[in-house]
């Protein structure tokens, strides 16, 4: 009888550690799981909020590119056969541009910031942003490819040249360097 009681002593003694230590681990659990949530929320926010931002520094950035683009766009040199001074510093003064061109309904660089490989001459109308400038004759964003003149991943940015009649001679294009945007 004596070591029926010994058993009995033990089995309270596990029950009593079990009704202590469980609820305390299921307390654990759930505060464990709910700082997870929250951490979760957190970054959640967080990461919202810097897509934001980039998103509206994207917004901003092309949307100051567009003002610059059509100024110079507006620029009497850039209907003349020559090129306009502004090639020649327009990489000091945005070098956040991989190069400033312009283009002719033909298809050639007539002008560019950059010294165009070869003859002198690059021929970009085959480009998909070409197409697309001519063809829309507004401001374009380009799809990625490898630039001709730098041989840099750029996206072209490219603004039409109107002449003073309305119709379109031209489109200054202004690559953006995507391994330093």
């Not at 596990?14 to 654990?28: E, K, M």
């Not at 590119?65 to 502004?86: S, Y």
């Not at 041989?151 to 379109?168: E, H, Y």
Request: with cysteine.
């Amino acid at each position: 009888m004596q070591s029926r009681s010994k058993w009995s002593l033990r089995g309270l003694l596990y029950l009593l550690t079990a009704s202590v230590v469980l609820p305390g681990a299921t307390l654990l659990a759930y505060s464990v799981y709910s700082q997870y949530k929250e951490d979760e929320k957190t970054a959640a926010a967080a990461a919202y909020s810097l897509a934001q931002l980039t998103a509206d520094n994207v917004q901003t950035f092309l949307s100051d590119t567009r003002q610059v683009l059509a100024v110079l766009a507006k620029r009497p040199a850039m209907q003349q056969p020559g090129c306009d001074p502004i090639f020649r510093d327009f990489k000091d003064l945005y070098p956040q541009f991989a190069n400033l061109s312009l283009s002719r309904p033909d298809g050639y660089l007539v002008c560019s910031s950059t010294i165009q490989p070869g003859s002198g001459t690059t021929f970009v109308g085959d480009t998909p942003w070409f197409q697309q400038a001519y063809s829309q004759q507004g401001f374009i964003v380009g799809p990625i490819y490898r630039g001709p003149v730098t041989g840099r991943l750029v996206s072209v940015l490219a603004q039409p040249v109107v002449a003073p009649s309305g119709k379109m001679v031209g489109a200054l294009q202004a690559p953006i360097d995507l391994l330093k945007f």
